[in-house]
């Protein structure tokens, strides 16, 4: 599995599509060898508000508690590749419906430039979109896919989904990325495992965000499994207390995604493709400091898998 959490740099970190309106961003000016980390971050008040207009001297990266410089700051609302993992096992019939209508409410109150993708699943994953156009921002050929993905039967594969899911993400054109899981959080049917998934999720670039539809009467439903998927990666995890609830989370969600801060850093201490990924676990911090002493709260992923495999790629 590819992962672009570390990213060999001599480009700019944000690419657009041909024609984006977005003001163009300065351009980190790397060497071939610099290998750039990627922090996506939300920040707060203490009324949940999002904080915006902040500076790049606002900020403060530590890695493994050791200070780090700010390479590439962005604030924009730049473009997304999203994919929405949707559960289709027997489990969502009841939800089926909600879930379509939320997910396209949910591509409306994104940006126009983010691109889509999505996979269904139960014991085998569905992938909707042809091989030829494998991302949409076209809202009939999204309902089409979310129609075509939740077949509701059969068994789950979530492991599976998400491991398909990280894959698929960093094929997209955008060097954000997002993956929105809806599930119970159960798995009966995977060939991965639960810890192989956590570690490939900690060695990509993508935020995870999860919803837990969560029957009470379900004996396989595990939704800590997806609040350590959100955690680990800088999501958040929600459980709405019914179907009806989806709209409104999606809807936060659209808001969080779109309120991020992306901060680039060049390690201090080199990263070493092809090491042990328990050895190279790195914790990470963002601290955000303003002159008027205002607490603020600050999001983003805890730490992540250097020198896994595949973690840098070309990107010249």
Avoid: W
Wanted: with cysteine; aromatic share 6%.
């Amino acid at each position: 599995m590819t992962r672009v959490l570390i990213i060999t740099c001599a480009f700019a970190l944000l690419s657009s599509h041909p024609g984006s309106t977005q003001a163009p961003e300065a351009k980190p000016n790397f060497s071939s060898e610099s290998q750039l980390v990627v922090l996506h971050v939300a920040v707060r008040d203490r009324k949940g508000g999002y904080v915006a207009g902040l500076g790049q001297e606002a900020f403060r990266v530590s890695e493994d508690r050791r200070s780090q410089e700010i390479s590439f700051f962005n604030s924009q609302d730049a473009p997304v590749t999203v994919g929405l993992i949707i559960d289709s096992s027997g489990s969502m019939q009841p939800n089926r419906d909600l879930v379509i209508a939320a997910s396209m409410a949910f591509s409306k109150a994104m940006n126009p430039q983010d691109e889509f993708f999505v996979l269904g699943f139960n014991e085998q994953i569905h992938t909707p979109l042809p091989p030829d156009k494998p991302f949409t921002n076209y809202e009939p050929t999204l309902r089409v896919a979310l129609v075509q993905a939740i077949k509701a039967r059969g068994q789950t594969a979530l492991y599976n989904a998400v491991h398909a899911g990280l894959d698929y993400v960093q094929k997209g054109g955008y060097e954000r990325q997002v993956l929105i899981v809806v599930s119970d959080g159960g798995d009966n049917a995977s060939h991965s495992t639960r810890a192989e998934v956590l570690a490939n999720a900690q060695a990509s670039n993508a935020v995870i965000y999860t919803i837990a539809l969560v029957d009470p009467m379900d004996a396989d439903a595990d939704p800590g499994f997806l609040r350590q998927l959100s955690e680990s990666t800088g999501g958040v995890a929600f459980r709405p207390k019914s179907g009806r609830e989806i709209d409104e989370v999606l809807q936060r969600v659209a808001r969080d995604i779109r309120n991020m801060y992306t901060i680039g850093y060049v390690p201090s201490e080199p990263t070493v493709a092809g090491g042990d990924r328990k050895e190279d676990l790195r914790r990470v911090a963002v601290d955000v400091r303003l002159p008027t002493g205002q607490k603020l709260a600050v999001r983003t992923r805890r730490a992540y898998l250097a020198g896994a495999e595949g973690a840098t790629r070309d990107a010249r």
